[in-house]
């Protein structure tokens, strides 16, 4: 079985400050991780995903998610936030178990604040 | 431009009655998906489809039907067997089945409120 923990629902920070939002994920398969971003009342977009290779994975817009398999943990940071970056981010996990299986987490909520 | 369409954006559905919600790609991708997402509890699977004619269901398929027909078209039917519609719903597509670490690429939503 698969599980996605985020561990924190809402992440308020201040513009420019750090942020890093927490994922923690359970399988007993091999797994690919992926960080997606939804903007209000909108679908869910790629932010970026690890697949294999370098366990440090970054976006365009300057975020990065690192891969601890010995933690199972794929955390993602930002080191300055803007008020653009606003929205609800979700931790997926995919992995094969006998058939399709893609398990998101329950979001976190990152607001940031001018 | 590629990408998935839904529509309606808001739909409002009378008790006891069945609607149904479109989705529509220009991806060529061969899986579909419908998701539900309320507040606090993430994305929730409904159904899946991997192929056209096939659809598997979810986990949370009660109350819900779909069906493929046409690569490109995966239509999601909330009848009145399901009992808390209200809800926003997600339709996604990805080149093979998500376990394959395929990025899912996912539609604006419907949202679906209950009178």
């Known amino acids: 079985a698969q599980s996605v923990t985020q561990l924190d629902s809402q992440v308020p920070v201040f513009e420019e400050a750090p942020v890093e939002l927490r994922c923690n994920y359970s399988s007993s398969v091999s797994v690919y991780l992926f960080w997606y971003v939804q903007y209000p009342n909108q679908g869910l977009q790629l932010l970026l995903k690890?697949?294999?290779?370098?366990?440090l994975v970054e976006s365009i817009n300057g975020f990065e998610a690192e891969f601890n398999k010995s933690q199972t943990s794929f955390h993602l940071r930002k080191p300055s936030v803007h008020i653009s970056d606003t929205a609800e981010y979700f931790c997926a996990v995919s992995g094969y178990t006998g058939g399709f299986k893609t398990i998101f987490g329950a979001g976190t909520r990152l607001f940031v604040k001018a | 431009d590629g990408g998935i369409t839904q529509s309606p954006k808001y739909l409002f559905r009378k008790e006891g009655q069945n609607v149904t919600l479109s989705c529509e790609q220009n991806?060529?991708?061969?899986?579909m998906y419908w998701y539900r997402q309320d507040p606090g509890q993430g994305l929730r699977l409904i159904y899946y489809s991997q192929i056209v004619n096939d659809f598997q269901k979810g986990d949370i398929a009660e109350g819900y039907s779909v069906s493929r027909e046409k690569k490109e078209s995966f239509p999601l039917t909330v009848t009145s067997a399901q009992k808390n519609p209200t809800a926003f719903y997600l339709c996604a597509s990805s080149m093979r089945s998500g376990g394959s670490g395929d990025t899912q690429y996912f539609g604006p939503g419907t949202r679906l409120t209950v009178l």
């Open positions: 690890y697949l294999s290779g370098s366990t």
């Open positions: 991806l060529n991708h061969d899986a």
